[in-house]
């Protein structure tokens, strides 16, 4: 991972995920009871969800779910190269979604029992990616931030003269950024 140690909260509160080198724990914020100790080799980033962990491992990059019990689910995914750096992976605000930030930007969304991957087209590394819902982000791309469903723009728009976006967040469920 980019860091020696990384913690996240699962989508509920009740749980933390601890990662640390190749190991990640699940953790009862109540009592601290580990409720699962998974080895990962080569892991660069993980997020949490209900009731699982989605790993980013190896060269490439593969984003693979794991239950907490330990077991995975469903097919591991390649996600985009990630050359400059190990690579993020952010859990979108709404949804079983999270954001992988490479060489490219990915959006995974976990449909039915199995994961989807778009590649935000034209987004790299230093562009702001928010995902609003599945299949609709916010982009920022320079000095422009447009809004993209199911892989078409839908609008484009720029910030007043010499000024740029420098952060987004979610309001309302992700009905508005």
């Known amino acids: ?105 990915d959006v995974v969304t976990l449909v039915g029992p199995e994961l989807r991957r778009q590649v935000v087209d034209g987004a790299g590394p230093g562009d702001a990616v928010v995902a609003l819902a599945p299949g609709r982000q916010l982009v920022s791309r320079r000095d422009q931030v447009a809004l993209v469903e199911q892989g078409r723009e839908r609008w484009r728009t720029a910030p007043v003269a010499d000024a740029h976006y420098a952060h987004g967040e979610i309001i309302h469920d992700g009905r508005a950024a």
């Open 1 to 105: 991972m980019s860091s020696s140690h990384a913690f996240v909260f699962a989508r509920d509160p009740r749980h933390l995920i601890v990662a640390d080198g190749e190991h990640v724990r699940i953790l009862a914020t109540g009592s601290g009871e580990v409720r699962g100790n998974l080895m990962v080799p080569a892991l660069r980033a993980t997020v949490g969800f209900d009731d699982e962990v989605w790993c980013v491992a190896g060269t490439p990059p593969r984003l693979t779910r794991i239950g907490f019990d330990g077991v995975p689910r469903g097919e591991a995914i390649e996600l985009s190269a990630a050359t400059g750096a190990p690579g993020t992976l952010v859990r979108a605000a709404s949804g079983t979604t999270a954001i992988w930030r490479g060489d490219a930007v």
